[in-house]
Structure formats: structure tokens, C-alpha cells
């Protein structure tokens, strides 16, 4: 399939695979998801500056397909990793929680395509504006750092596809190949998955992590600190605590002091899936096994393939 996004990024099918702290901080599945076709990403966010390098220098041997790095532009450290990305001169960035203005010039000049990722009209029509090269929309649906707003996906993709030029790639509530193809309908020009990918081989995480994602059912994620910067997460102790906290009335300190007690590391390096922050989509009822990467995406492509066809056919 032929999309702005996939000749824009010079990748076969318009598939990326979300940068995922510890799942893609390493080059295994970006490797993977790249030369499947797709387009991998690495997460720098929770990466040393040395470790950053060297897992580039890894991908840069390991695939001469397109690839990317994902950059939080609000991280302490995302100067330093910005340099890192321009000096490898990374063939895209994916950038979030920040604006791309001040940076954008000097990675045009390397040829480097900039994506930026946003979760309303406003926001994107600002980056479009300050001059990226495409948009990333990502509905509440989505784990991690969904939309504060709590906007689906299907509504949020569509009213940006309709406020900009730019081509659009969706995220948020996906595992499979027809929910590609209904993203592709609302207009998008490619899709973004992340709990997918997280279950796969090749995903650097505890494999207790794993397996608590693909029992997970489509109800099994929760928003946790709803009104400020929430995280959507599988359901577990550690959400039981902040929602029952929550919901007496506890006062902001407390809640906080719940909140920094626990941390993704715990269970994507720990496997303490009961205390930590498993950050998972709502996607996750829709997985069943943890995959090869590559697997995963040859049955991605065939799903969509399928999906077009059928309805094609009506």
C-alpha cells in the first residue's frame, strides 16, 4: 500500500511501531519492525547517552531500512539526545511533549524527517504550522501518555485529518489488521501500534510484563491520575491504591506520594506487574500471544490486505 507516509518515510507499509520506554529503548525490535517492512523506533527517553549510541550504531548495522528515534522533548535530558540523533543523523525523529521549532532547521538539513506527536486540533495545527513533516494522533485509548482530554481515537484522528494538510498517522486502541484499515478510512495515511509490539519477542521487557498484557482483557487498563498527565495502564495493585486514594479524597501530596512510589521500571525491568506501571493500551484484550516481531507484522499486512478486500467486495 502506497500512502504520503510510507513514501514520505521510504517504508513498504504504513506500520509503526511505537517508541516504547524499555520495549524499544534497544535495537532488537526496531531491527525487526524495519526490516519487516515497517518502520521501528527507538525510545530514548529512558536511555543513558552511551547506551543511545551504541544501540544506534546496532540498528545502523542491523537494517539498511528506515528507522526512527523518539524523542520527549520535556525530558531533562532531550538536548543531549537530540545531538546524539543529529550526529547519527537519524533518518527520522519522532518528537512529543515539546515544541519542534527551535530544532527543526538543523535536522532538515540533514534530510531527517520530522514527525510530531499530538493529542488535539490545536496542538496540531501548531506543529504543522512551525513547519513538520507529518503528525502522529494518538486517541485516549492508547497506553502511556494517551490524550489528557480522553478524546477516542476515532473521533480525534478524524477531526485532525480534517484541520490540517499534513499527513496523519493514527494511534491508539489498534492490534490488528482492520483496525488499521478503519484508521486508514477515517483519513489517516499510516498507524502507529505500541501493545502490539510490546508483546513480541523482541520487546526488551520482563516477560512477566508480557504475559500480563496478553491476558489482559479489553477492559483490563485504567487511566491513573486523570486530570493531570495520566497514564493508561494494565490494572493492577498499584492502581487499585491510587483510584481508592482518589476517590476518599486524599489530598494532593498523598496522592502524589502514591504516585511516585511506583514506576514503569519496576515491571518492565523488575516484572512487578502488581506494583509498578505497566503502561498497556486498551489493545491489549485484542492480543493473544507474544510474537515474533516479524511475525506480528506479516500478519498485520495480511489482516489489512483482507480487510480491504472484504470490503471491497460489498
Known amino acids: 500500500m502506497k500512502t504520503r507516509i510510507t513514501e514520505l518515510l521510504g517504508i513498504e507499509h504504513p506500520i509503526i511501531q511505537a517508541g516504547m520506554s524499555w520495549a524499544s529503548s534497544s535495537s532488537p525490535l526496531v531491527i525487526a519492525v524495519s526490516n519487516a517492512g515497517g518502520l521501528g523506533v527507538i525510545a530514548a527517553g529512558p536511555m543513558r547517552s552511551e547506551d543511545f549510541r ?26 543531549e539526545f537530540l545531538d546524539i540523533a543529529f550526529e547519527a543523523r537519524v533518518p527520522v525523529l519522532i518528537a512529543s511533549q515539546g515544541g519542534p521549532k527551535e530544532q527543526l532547521p538543523r535536522f532538515r538539513s540533514i534530510g531527517t524527517r520530522w514527525l510530531h506527536v499530538v493529542t488535539t486540533v490545536e496542538h496540531a495545527q501548531k506543529a504543522e504550522a512551525a513547519g513538520v513533516d507529518a503528525l502522529v494522533a494518538v486517541g485516549m485509548e492508547a497506553g502511556g501518555h494517551p490524550a489528557p482530554s480522553e478524546v477516542t481515537t476515532l473521533v480525534l484522528v478524524r477531526s485532525i485529518v480534517k484541520a490540517v494538510r ?12 482492520a483496525g488499521i ?15 502490539r509490539f510490546l508483546a513480541t519477542l523482541e520487546a526488551s521487557v520482563h516477560e512477566s510484563y508480557k504475559r500480563a498484557v496478553v491476558e489482559a482483557g479489553i477492559d483490563g487498563t485504567t ?39 511506583a514506576s514503569l521500571k519496576q515491571s518492565a525491568l523488575d516484572g512487578d506487574v502488581d506494583n509498578g506501571k505497566p503502561e498497556a493500551g486498551q489493545s491489549a484484550g485484542l492480543i493473544d500471544a507474544v510474537l515474533p516481531a516479524a511475525e506480528v507484522m506479516r500478519r498485520l499486512v495480511a489482516e489489512l490486505d483482507d480487510t480491504l478486500k472484504r470490503m471491497a467486495a460489498k
Open 166 to 177: 499534513l499527513p496523519v498517522v493514527a494511534g491508539g486502541g489498534v492490534a490488528d489488521g
Open 223 to 261: 487511566l491513573v491520575a486523570r486530570g493531570r498527565l495520566p497514564i493508561r495502564q494494565l490494572r493492577n495493585a498499584f492502581s487499585a491504591r491510587y483510584d481508592a486514594a482518589e476517590r476518599s479524597g486524599a489530598a494532593r501530596e498523598e496522592l502524589e506520594a502514591i504516585f511516585k512510589a
Open 54 to 79: 551504541k544501540a544506534i550504531a546496532e540498528i545502523k548495522a542491523g537494517t539498511s531500512r528506515p528507522w526512527a528515534a523518539n524523542i520527549p522533548l520535556y525530558n531533562p535530558r532531550a538536548a
Open 181 to 195: 484499515a478503519a484508521l486508514l478510512a477515517l483519513g489517516a495515511e499510516g498507524v502507529q501500534l505500541g501493545t
